[in-house]
C-alpha cells in the first residue's frame, strides 16, 4: 500500500484487492505483497513463468501496480546495469499497453517472457 503512496485512487484499488484476498486485511500487508513479487520477480528471471503466473493470478492484484515494484526492484538489480535501457523500454511498453485496456494477464505474460529474454543473455 506505501509503494502506492501519493495515489489515494491506486491505494485503495490495493487494499479493496487484498481484502478480497485476505478477507481481513493483515497488519504487515505490504511485506506479504511484496515477498509475493519478488518471487514472481526471481520466477520469471529463472524462467519459470507458468509458476510465476500461478502467483500473480493467486494474488488477485493490480497488474500495472507489480509491474511498478518489479520496476524498483530492476533499477537497483546492479546484475542487469549492462541491459536497464532495454528492460526499462519493455517496462514502459508493457505498462502503456495495459494502460489502454489491453488484457492485463496477457500483457503482464508477455512482459515475463520478454524479460525472461533479454535476463537469459546475462545469466545464461
Known sequence: VSKCYPSIRDMINVIQLLSIKYGKIPENVDEKAEGDINN????????????????????????????KVIFNLILVDQTYSQIKKDLITLIAETDYRMAVHADQDITFFWFAVKLRELVRNING
Open 40 to 67: 514472481i520477480y526471481y520466477l520469471i528471471k529463472k524462467g519459470k513463468l507458468e509458476e510465476a503466473r500461478k502467483v500473480w493470478t493467486e494474488m488477485g492484484i493490480d497488474l500495472r501496480f507489480v509491474l
